[in-house]
């Protein structure tokens, strides 16, 4: 029911087509475009639709910004990906072990937890990227060490609940183990909430990525969105359009993730879906007041 409720929203609808997009430029970059990306391959500053050969133009360098979108696409997508999944796997063990176990590791975890968010995020990483190298594998550590706090946090509250309710009690009185209880009884009833949480991640760790590239932080070996954004800006007076091509992708990636994260949340969200049932019984008892 669940799913079928999920599937029939337009926002579902959009986001699942815009994500698919972006997917299938990642997956078929080698196949499209078996070359490297870096290349230079044509005179530079062409604009969109001068060479059928390169139909969205070229960069200040003469690459071909066709090939490094669909590149930059796989880039993107595995940092946005890797980094929740990091966020995700440090989020949940801490916040879980947190809400479950209570007391002094709560208060120590949680203490942790407030350290990390009393610093900035996104400056953190920077520090990070800045002090190992810039590299895709030191951008993704960066981005997924910092951005677990907020996962930790609702875990925990989800847990504090959980561990309260009936079915949690009845196995304690069967002699269930911790183990048991967290990962058989408590993380699947709790993973809802974090799941829907989950494009958040991926959307703001590509945005996060693309802020690092902009700033000259990036891997130089691999295109991104973001480094293709942070060379058009060199050129973004005469040429605006090769921070448009990346930009607009990256735009278009955050809407798809933003939308299916509304959609989650409408679907999996039981106290929302209430509502909505509410509301739409009022209105319907409205308006048959209204009638003759």
Same mark, same amino acid.
């Given at each position: ?9 337009? +926002? ?15 997956? /078929? ?7 490297? =990306? ?5 005179? =530079? ?30 880039? +993107? ?48 990483? !920077? !520090? ?5 190298? =810039? +590299? ?12 677990? @706090? /907020? ?36 993380? @699947?009833?709790?993973?809802? =909430? ?51 091509? @990346? ?25 929302? +879906? ?19």
């Amino acid at each position: 029911m669940k799913l079928l409720h999920f599937l029939r929203q337009p +926002s579902a609808f959009v986001g699942v087509i815009l994500l698919a997009l972006a997917l299938a430029a990642a997956l /078929s970059a080698n196949w499209l475009f078996p070359g490297d =990306p870096l290349d230079m391959v044509a005179a =530079p500053y062409q604009w969109p639709g001068a060479d059928h050969a390169y139909p969205l133009g070229t960069d200040l360098m003469g690459r071909d910004l066709l090939a490094g979108l669909f590149h930059g696409a796989r880039v +993107s997508l595995y940092v946005g990906g890797t980094v929740a999944v990091i966020a995700l796997v440090l989020g949940v063990l801490i916040g879980g072990i947190a809400g479950y176990f209570g007391g002094l590791i709560e208060q120590t975890l949680m203490a942790i937890t407030e350290f990390f968010q009393t610093v900035p995020p996104f400056l953190l990483a !920077i !520090i990070l990227v800045a002090i190992l190298t =810039p +590299s895709l594998a030191t951008i993704v550590f960066a981005l997924g060490v910092t951005a677990w @706090p /907020s996962i930790a946090r609702l875990t925990r509250g989800e847990f504090i609940v959980l561990r309260e309710r009936e079915f949690v009690r009845a196995s304690v009185a069967l002699g269930a183990s911790d183990a048991h209880l967290i990962f058989i009884e408590i993380l @699947p009833n709790a993973l809802t =909430p974090i799941l829907v949480s989950t494009a958040l991640l991926v959307a703001n760790a590509i945005l996060s990525e693309a802020a690092l590239s902009f700033l000259g932080l990036g891997d130089p070996n691999v295109v991104s969105w973001g480094s293709m954004v942070g060379t058009g800006r060199e050129a973004l007076r005469t040429a605006w359009y090769m921070i448009a091509v @990346p930009g607009s992708a990256i735009a278009l990636t955050v809407l798809a993730l933003n939308l299916l994260s509304d959609a989650l949340h409408a679907a999996f969200n039981p106290r929302l +879906s209430r509502n909505r049932r509410a509301d739409a019984a009022s209105r319907l008892e409205a308006a048959e007041g209204l009638r003759p």
